[in-house]
């Protein structure tokens, strides 16, 4: 189950905040004219130069060649033939990111587009056909017995080099099925692929009426965050009409999806629907189980004493779902024009790091980031990592509020984590979903640390503080909740397809269990779920973000005790190594030079203690 080709490790599409969903129309945005737009002419001039053309040639001239030369004969090669197969195989993998990735970013630049949604799915189907030549490397890979690879890893540096990437490849060798299944199933992903385009294109078709005015979802989201409660109540009902109205839709794709891993999962013998993510995640089962129990132990401690606390500072007992986002009555959120934005974020990592700043640098000196809102434009925002022998890209909407400057520092924090684990290659760059997390919430560490050093109004660190706590239980509390809500989707979905009627009901109960009885749902809040992309894309991805919350909560903490004892670029050093190292190592091989160990359950409540520090600096009880 080897991976095919380098996909986008991260996507602010999650609606954590929700980032995804805050959107205001165009009119009130920064104005696009200051705004940079990405040039991905790094990857390739346009759809139709002839490099395009070029590189699929290739492809479908080498991939055939390297699998008649390799197919059934891996476990006879010397050491230094199988590392050399290996980086022949890397070479395929890098030209097949670079095509995939173009497309992608294409895709996500202008969904709306005839010409560029023919061309990503001619691309990933020509992608997919050439690849399925590929799917025996993966299955001989793991065929191959211990002792000898053991000693072959003795005889050979080139072939040690390549060892972490064939202990993740060989790490699904219990739940390998036969060549001609996994033929199969890698043939049909395509079929898989175009649900999930539905998906995308079919929120990107929704329009709602605000105002009078017809407003995308990437725009509509916005309006819960605004000042005015009537608009907010507003853009509520409306979202939940247009859902509601979808439902049928986004229930059958939800089933259609479900159905296929619960098929595919057993037979590959996995225990749960989550431990397939959890084996990519390269973490183990009761490492999540202990991340997901400790969250849940702490609802009330931290989601339902801060939104008590919030719905005080409305003079209610409770706050109507659409306020849970709302900013708070004395909170007068300043606006950061792009510049001014960007400088803050490269200030806080230059404080951190100057050769942190730097790489980061590179994203606003080159053509690397695409950041103004614009019809059939993405919602939401991601870092695309591409492949290492070109560089990311960034995809923002950005908007100019403090939390777009926090979602400019998070995204950034990817960027930076994928240009340096790059040296690693296209096999070994990318890390796991749980580490992706750590450089991104890092980075939004540090600037929040920095708007609140540079503010004196109390007021004013008040209103910051509870921001930061927002965006922390966003992050934590409704990503297990995310997740939960997959959990009970997946196990109902082995018994029959599921109505509207019974997701809604799953989704309202993880909800209220999460939120707390500070926050009302109407009836209507249940068709809510429909717009998170994650469930559709990255069944349990959700629970990365949990993880590298509480991960970087407990990374912070050790840099801040580092920094008062005059360490603090020993630890910038170690920081900066550890996101070199890529896919190269395991999480606790990666947290063991700060002393932190994933494994214990004390680690996440560590984590969650920084969020319960904060809400207690509110003064909530």
């Known amino acids: 189950m080897a991976k095919q080709a380098r996909v986008a490790t991260s996507s602010r599409k999650k609606p954590t905040r929700p980032t995804a969903t805050k959107r205001r129309p165009a009119a009130r945005a920064v104005k696009k004219s200051v705004l940079p737009t990405w040039d991905l002419s790094d990857l390739y001039p346009s759809p139709s130069h002839p490099s395009v053309r070029r590189d699929l040639k290739w492809l479908a001239k080498e991939v055939p060649v390297f699998a008649k030369s390799h197919q059934g004969k891996l476990a006879k090669h010397s050491a230094d033939a199988l590392a050399k197969a290996i980086a022949q195989y890397e070479k395929i993998q890098d030209v097949l990111g670079r095509l995939g990735s173009y497309a992608q970013l294409l895709y996500a630049g202008d969904m709306s587009s005839p010409e560029v949604t023919q061309f990503y799915q001619n691309t990933v189907e020509e992608l997919t056909a050439i690849s399925s030549h590929l799917v025996f490397f993966g299955l001989e890979i793991n065929k191959l017995p211990e002792k000898p690879l053991a000693a072959a890893y003795k005889k050979s540096k080139s072939l040690r080099h390549y060892k972490p990437w064939l202990d993740s490849v060989r790490a699904g060798k219990q739940y390998q099925l036969a060549d001609n299944l996994e033929q199969y199933i890698h043939e049909t992903s395509v079929v898989m692929g175009s649900w999930q385009r539905l998906f995308d294109e079919s929120i990107a078709r929704l329009t709602f009426i605000m105002d009078g005015k017809e407003i995308s979802s990437a725009e509509i989201f916005d309006f819960m965050s605004d000042k005015d409660p009537k608009k907010r109540k507003a853009a509520a009902k409306e979202i939940a009409r247009v859902f509601n109205e979808n439902a049928p839709l986004f229930a059958l794709i939800t089933n259609t999806l479900a159905k296929a891993k619960q098929i595919e999962d057993e037979k590959r013998g996995f225990a749960r629907p989550i ?347």
């Open 275 to 621: 431990s397939s993510r959890n084996l990519a995640n390269q973490v183990e089962d009761e490492v999540v189980d202990a991340l997901i129990a400790t969250v849940k132990k702490n609802y009330k401690a931290l989601s339902h004493r801060y939104y008590a606390w919030k719905a005080k500072q409305f003079g209610v007992k409770a706050l109507d779902y659409w306020d849970r986002n709302a900013p708070l009555p004395a909170d007068g959120d300043r606006s950061f024009p792009w510049k001014e934005g960007v400088k803050l974020v490269g200030e806080a990592y230059h404080a951190f790091s100057p050769e942190l700043a730097k790489v980061g640098q590179k994203f606003f000196d080159n053509a690397w980031i695409d950041v103004p809102v614009r019809p059939g434009k993405a919602p939401g925002a991601f870092a695309h990592p591409t492949v290492p022998s070109s560089h990311p890209y960034l995809l923002l909407n950005y908007l100019g509020k403090t939390r777009d400057v926090m979602t400019l520092a998070h995204e950034l924090g990817h960027g930076v984590h994928q240009v340096l684990s790059a040296g690693q290659g296209a096999l070994m760059a990318d890390t796991p979903l749980t580490l992706a997390e750590t450089a991104s919430v890092f980075g939004e560490m540090l600037t929040f640390q920095e708007l609140l050093n540079r503010e004196t109004d109390h007021k004013r660190r008040t209103m910051l503080i509870a921001s930061k706590v927002e965006d922390m239980l966003n992050t934590v509390v409704r990503q297990i909740a995310f997740c939960e809500f997959e959990r009970k989707v997946h196990d109902a979905r082995r018994f029959g397809e599921l109505s509207v009627e019974q997701i809604g009901e799953i989704w309202m109960s993880v909800q209220s269990e999460s939120l707390g009885p500070a926050i009302k749902l109407s009836p209507e809040y249940s068709a809510y779920w429909m717009y998170i992309p994650h469930f559709i894309h990255s069944p349990f991805y959700v629970y990365a973000y949990a993880f590298g919350d509480c991960l970087v909560n407990s990374l912070y903490g050790v840099y801040l005790r580092e920094k008062s004892a005059g360490k603090a670029d020993a630890f910038a050093s170690k920081y900066l190594t550890m996101l070199k190292a890529g896919g190269t190592l395991r999480h606790k091989e990666l947290l063991k030079p700060f002393g932190l160990n994933a494994s214990k359950s004390d680690f996440w409540q560590a984590g969650l203690d920084v969020i319960s520090d904060y809400i207690d600096q509110l003064g909530a009880k």
